[in-house]
Each structure stands twice: as structure tokens, then as C-alpha cells.
């Protein structure tokens, strides 16, 4: 008996622990949600620094004490080793599965033997994806990229996206508007393109700006680099 009394309080322990937990998160949420100008907060998790909070909104991390009385927007570093732990956090929470993606919806181009492997998210009127296309991955060499037009600029993004997509040569008519500046020429209505489906997945991914460079691990780098940084990159996944 008295063992049963024990476990029967010891679950009550465990069932006040989580209402006052329970508690903690619905006052963070009703003091922080109002100032976040629409933004919902995703999760709420407490952290191992200085009592602190974090909160999960639209692929960003923000902070708060466990009153919600204050808020704090920057990224928190470790003082001995100068380590970005918000940085980190944030890759780790943007991670993807790799092998998830639809590369039936990306245009293909193998360079050289192809064996590196990185998936990009451009829209074709945005002017750092040019530039990178420009640069970086023309200068890259020995990597199968895969292209997925992300359209989030304007209207004309989707018409380019399907003139591109419904070419008799995807890539070459891609790199004919991105590097050269030479409009696609219009192609049928009837063509079908991913268009619709790409933004699902842009959204679904939490992208939120072009270009996005995805990696075999999962992980991501926003905008667009220069190529030490990229090869240094794909250098640390081997």
C-alpha cells in the first residue's frame, strides 16, 4: 500500500511539474505573441543559459525570461569558445532530409563527374541569385546541381519559370537568362510546370529568400556565397 501511495504521488509531482510548465508556456505566449506583429510562436523550450527561453517564430529564434517580461532579438555566443549557439541552434532546427526532395521538379546539370551533390532554390528574377549563378556555381566544378525555381518576386517570375521549364533545353535556356540576360522565348500554355508545387515546398522548407543552397546533410546556407566558402563547404561533408 505504502508503495502504491508513493507511486500515485509521485505522478502527481510529475503532473504538477508539467501544468506549471504548461503555465509558463501560455503566459509567454499571451505577454510575447501580441509583439510579434502576426507572427505565431512555433515552440517554446527552456534553455540551459541564464534562465532563458527560447522561442521558435518563422525559422528565427528570439528569447525571453520565464515572466515574459522581457525580450531579447540577437544571437547568444559562448564566451569561452566564441561559438554562435544561436546560429547553431538554428541550423539544426532548419536541418531537411536530403533524400525528401523532389529532384524530379529541379532542373539537372552534372559538372564535371558530378559526385558533389547540392540542391539551390533560385527565383529567376532575383539579382544575388544571378550573381551566384554567375560566379560561384559557374566557377564550381565537379557537382550535379539541382535547380528548383523558386518564385517569390513577382508574377513575371512564374512566366519565366514556365518558359524556362517548358524549353527543349532547361539548363542551357536557365543559364541562357541567368548569366547571359537572354529572355526565354514564350512556350504554349498547355505546358505544364512544378511551379505551384516548388512554392509549397519553398514554404514548407521555411525559405523565405532566394537563393538557398541545400547541402547532403540537411543543412543550408541562406543567399548567396563566394567559392572558397562554398568549397569549404562540401569539403567538410566528405
Known sequence: MKTKIAA???????????????????NIRKNIEPRLGGAKIESISETPYSGLYEL????DILYTDKK???????????????????R???????KIKFADLPLNLALKQVKGDGKRVIAVFEDPNCGYCKRLRQTTL??????????????????????????????????KAWDDWMINGKV?????????????????????LNITGTP??????????????DLPTLEAKLQSLK
Open 8 to 26: 500515485l504521488l509521485a505522478l502527481g509531482m510529475v503532473a504538477s511539474c508539467v501544468g506549471a510548465e504548461n503555465n509558463v508556456e501560455a
Open 56 to 59: 521558435r517564430v518563422g525559422g
Open 68 to 86: 515574459a517580461e522581457f525580450l531579447f532579438i540577437g544571437h547568444v555566443f559562448e564566451a569561452k569558445t566564441s561559438k554562435n549557439l544561436t
Open 88 to 94: 547553431a541552434r538554428i541550423d539544426d532546427l532548419n
Open 138 to 171: 559557374k566557377e564550381l566544378n565537379n557537382v550535379t546541381i539541382y535547380t528548383f525555381m523558386y518564385n517569390i518576386l513577382s508574377e513575371d517570375s512564374f512566366t519565366k519559370s514556365k518558359n524556362i521549364w517548358c524549353a527543349p533545353n532547361r539548363i
Open 184 to 204: 526565354p522565348p514564350a512556350t504554349p500554355a498547355s505546358c505544364e510546370t512544378p511551379n505551384a508545387k516548388i512554392v509549397a515546398l519553398g514554404q514548407k
Open 212 to 225: 538557398a543552397i541545400f547541402f547532403t546533410d540537411g543543412t543550408r546556407i541562406p543567399g548567396a556565397v
